[in-house]
């Protein structure tokens, strides 16, 4: 059971990228997914969630809200992250998550049990 971040890569201000979190070993679109990033000194962040195939709802944090968007392929066992505008704020190395609590916000990571090993993404001109 685990969970393969791939997609990262150098990008200048302004570009896109797109990164995928493919899963084996369980069929994905029974659990809620997020993206969490961490930058070189900073906590781990909350950057989107999608909910399970049940009702398929999607969250974003405010920074990249209008910007980044979420979605599964459930005949790939995969979620994406589409990521435009990016910023070099951006940069960080992101991961992919399985959520299996829900007593909190989707956005802590306490709520996930199965962790990608994570892709870089930086931002520079």
């Known amino acids: 059971v685990q969970l393969q971040a791939s997609g990262g890569g150098l990008v200048q201000p302004g570009g896109s990228l797109r990164l995928s979190c493919a899963a084996s070993?369980?069929?994905?679109?029974?659990?809620?997914i997020g993206w969490f990033r961490q930058a070189p000194g900073k906590d781990r962040e909350g950057v989107s969630y999608?909910?399970?195939?049940?009702?398929?709802?999607?969250y974003y944090s405010d920074s990249v809200k209008g910007r980044f968007t979420i979605s599964r392929d459930n005949a790939n066992n995969t979620v994406y992250l589409q990521m435009n505008s990016l910023k070099p704020e951006d940069t960080a190395v992101y991961y992919c998550?399985?959520?299996?609590?829900?007593?909190?916000?989707?956005?802590?990571?306490?709520?996930?049990?199965?962790w990608g090993r994570g892709t870089e993404v930086t931002v520079s001109s």
């Open positions: 998550a399985r959520r299996v609590t829900w007593g909190s916000s989707w956005s802590l990571a306490i709520n996930y049990d199965i």
């Open positions: 999608r909910s399970n195939s049940g009702d398929s709802r999607t």
């Open positions: 070993g369980f069929t994905l679109d029974s659990y809620g």
